[in-house]
């Protein structure tokens, strides 16, 4: 997958600020690279490189509970990392927002992709986490505005699944 | 690769007292416990608001920690697991080495085995041994207590400045059953109100002054 260098990743960046997002959790991802890179040069956030995308539920339900808003950041096959430690924020009707950038679901070259991204959604919904799907990349950035006020205004947790047709787009411009 | 719970001569620790020791000295202190046995030893110790009662995802509880330590830079955090939780997240020693938030504190109450589950035996008492991960994850502070002469330099470990970790041997016996309480938002509601204030945790809008 390319590594995506301009256009939504800034508008979703812009949406991050506007939500007051202090703490940004992240496995890479090459659809994620330039929000990272966003993230990092801005001096109100504080970024954290985990091992596993289940350390980035534990650490956005602490930073809550000490009044920081945190984003997680992953691949859809870290979905599954995160299930059991859903719990948590769920039952405590704690605010979480994720944004998970899709494999094993559009023009998929790797197979072994497949069980995982074609089961991100429903896995995430077992638990009860509410999912927007985007496919268009002029759609990625607003959804991402309102997932945030899904997550903080209503105590929930919320994905949004960024599509690899989106991602993969190349003639998009703002 | 030794499984000794404490030297041969010497009764194992019993894990209330020196609980009840940390707690006592925690000031201002936020606190986040494990699950299970953890759990329930922190409220045995007395209730506070400022206790996280952790009732799910098991191997979380020192991102929970790290988390709120990164919100919260001005204020100590204690995280007060067991060794089958810590062993389920030591990924997490790996994340916290590379932040060092200078804030927080992980305490390992190392009973060596599974006591919710039926006693089944963890990794830590067949030779597995947190304090040296830690110590190779980064911890600039990292101390072992298997005797009641080497708690006072855990406790002074605790209370310093500076990420560091303890891993504490204690007896498998499980104390007198305490449940703290088990609802969800008002354990989160009841820390936030206490840490942030009801006009942070709780925001209303009021009628705007009129205009004269």
Known sequence: MAEVTSGWPDDVYAELVAAGIRQVSYVPDAG???LIQRCQADPSMRTVSLTTEEEGVALGLG????GDR???????SGVGNTINMLAAPIEMRVPLLMLVTMRGEWAEFNPWQLPMGQGTRAALESVGTLVYPVHQPADIAPTVGAAAQMAF?????????????????????? | MTSATSPADAPALLRRPLIDAILARRGDALVVTGLGTTCYDVFSAGDNPLNF??????GGAAMVACGLALAQPGRRVLCITGDGEMLMGLGSLATIGCEQPPNL????????????????GTHTGRG???????RACGFPQACRVSVTEEFPAALAAIEAPGLAFVAIKVDPAQPPMTLPMRDGPYIRSRFRDALLGP?????VMMPAAKQS
Do not use: C, F
């Open chain 1, 32 to 34: 994620h690279s330039r």
């Open chain 1, 63 to 66: 930073a809550w509970l000490g």
């Open chain 1, 70 to 76: 945190h984003v997680l950041l992953m691949q859809s």
């Open chain 1, 153 to 174: 205004n209503t105590g929930r947790a919320v994905a949004v699944l960024i599509g690899q047709r989106a991602i993969g787009a190349k003639n998009w411009n703002k």
């Open chain 2, 53 to 58: 009662y952790n009732w799910a995802g098991m």
């Open chain 2, 105 to 120: 504190k992980i305490v390992v109450m190392d009973n060596e085995h599974y006591v919710e589950t039926g006693m089944q």
């Open chain 2, 128 to 134: 597995v041994d947190l304090v040296g991960i830690a």
């Open chain 2, 199 to 203: 006009a942070v945790a709780h925001p």
